[in-house]
C-alpha cells in the first residue's frame, strides 16, 4: 500500500471493520462448557474472546505470530534530550540482526518470527523544535512501510521500536493528541539526568508551540512532531485491522504511536491489547487515555517489542486452555 495524501490515509483510518461477534459468541460459550468454574480464568477467557473475535473464529489459532522492530533516527536529539548517541540505533540494529538482543530471546521463546525494519537511519528526521519532523511524503512512505510489513496470513502481531531519542516525539505526539506539557509526559527514556530530563520538557514544549496549529488534525500531529519508526507503527497498526490480525501493543512509544488511530475512529484499536504498562513515565496516563488495561506490569522500559512479546506466552495460555481443555461432558465431570 503506498498512500498517495493525508486524505487517502485519512479515509484508510475511517474505514475499520468491526469485530466477528458470531465468533466472539462462539468462544464465550466453549468456555462455558469447560472444565472449570464459569468465568474462573479471568483474563484469560477475555484473551481467548478477543483473539475469536478480531481472527473471526470460533477456535482461534496462534500458528504465525510475528514481531515487527521498527528503527528510526531522530533530528530531535540535537536539544540533548537522550543518554545516549543516535549512532546508538544504527548499533542496536545490526545487534538484532545478530541474535543478541533481548528481543531475540524473547521472540524465540514465544515461538514469533522476528523481523527488524529500518527506515533511513542514516536520514534523521527534523528538529520538530525548529521544522515538521517529517514533511507529508517522508511522513506517508513511514506509514505505507508499516502498512505493508504486516500480512493477512499472520494470526497475532507485535509491534517493536528502536530510535535513539524516540520518547521525546512520543510525549510530544501524546501532548498533543491529548493536551498537557512536556512535563506531564515526558519521563527518563535511556536514562537521562535531571538537566536532561528538563531539556526534554522544554524541547516538547518547544515543539507543541511550533506546531500549535495542527495539533486538531491527529496525522498531522503524527507528522510533524513524531518520527519514521512511530509512523511505520501506525500504518502496521491500521494494516493489522484492515487484514483482521490482532496486536499486542507495546510500551509507551508503540502506544503514542498507535494512538492517533484511536483519535481519529471511537474504535480504532478495539482489535489490540495493551501488553504491559512501561516504568516510562507517561504510559500509564496514555493507557488510561485510551482505556487500555494492561496485561502486564513488570517495571519494564526497554521497547524493542520486549513487552509485547513477553505477553504473546499469556495469549498462548489462553489459546491452550480455550482449544485444549475437556468440556464437562467429554470428561464426564458433573457440571452444576
Known amino acids: 500500500m503506498a498512500f498517495k495524501s493525508l486524505d487517502e490515509l485519512r479515509a484508510a483510518c475511517l474505514d475499520l471493520p468491526a469485530g466477528n461477534d458470531a465468533a466472539a459468541d462462539a468462544v464465550a460459550r466453549r468456555q462455558d462448557t469447560l472444565t472449570k468454574p464459569r468465568g474462573s480464568l479471568g483474563k484469560l477467557e477475555e484473551i481467548a474472546g478477543w483473539l475469536g473475535r478480531w481472527q473471526g473464529r470460533k477456535m482461534p489459532r496462534l500458528d504465525k505470530v510475528k514481531v515487527v522492530v521498527f528503527a528510526g ?3 530531535v536529539t540535537a536539544q540533548g534530550v537522550s543518554a545516549y548517541p543516535s549512532e546508538v540505533t544504527v548499533q542496536m540494529v545490526a545487534n538484532f540482526a545478530a541474535g543478541g538482543a533481548a528481543i531475540n530471546q524473547l521472540a524465540r521463546l514465544a515461538g514469533a518470527e522476528l523481523a527488524v525494519i529500518p527506515l533511513e537511519l542514516e536520514r534523521p528526521t527534523g528538529d520538530f523544535t525548529q ?19 504486516v500480512t493477512p496470513d499472520l494470526d497475532l502481531v507485535c509491534f517493536g521500536e528502536m530510535g535513539i531519542g524516540n520518547t ?26 535531571d538537566q536532561g530530563l528538563s531539556r526534554k520538557f522544554a524541547a516538547i514544549d518547544a515543539g507543541l508551540a511550533r506546531h500549535a496549529a495542527s495539533l486538531a488534525d491527529p496525522l498531522a500531529v503524527a507528522a510533524n ?9 501506525l500504518g502496521a497498526t491500521l494494516a493489522a485491522r484492515h487484514h483482521n490480525v490482532p496486536v499486542l501493543l507495546d510500551g509507551f512509544v508503540v502506544t503514542a504511536a498507535a494512538a492517533p488511530l484511536a483519535k481519529l475512529h471511537a474504535d480504532g484499536l478495539a482489535h489490540t491489547l495493551s501488553a504491559h504498562v512501561s516504568a ?3 504510559h500509564r496516563q496514555l493507557l488510561e487515555a485510551l482505556q487500555l488495561a494492561p496485561l502486564l506490569d513488570m517495571g519494564m522500559r526497554l521497547g524493542e517489542g520486549s513487552g509485547a512479546c513477553l505477553a504473546v506466552n499469556l495469549v498462548r495460555s489462553a489459546l491452550e486452555c480455550h482449544t485444549r481443555m475437556a468440556s464437562f461432558a467429554e470428561a464426564g465431570v458433573t457440571d452444576k
Open 168 to 193: 521525546t516525539p512520543a510525549a510530544a505526539i501524546a501532548a498533543g493528541l491529548f493536551g498537557g506539557t512536556g512535563r506531564d509526559w515526558a519521563g527518563r527514556g535511556t536514562g537521562v539526568d
Open 131 to 149: 521544522t515538521s519532523a517529517m514533511n507529508e511524503a517522508d511522513f506517508l512512505g513511514a506509514v505505507s512501510t508499516g502498512y505493508d510489513a
Open 280 to 282: 516510562e513515565a507517561g
Open 73 to 75: 533516527n531522530h533530528g
Open 225 to 233: 512532531l513524531g518520527g519514521r519508526e512511530l509512523a511505520a507503527i
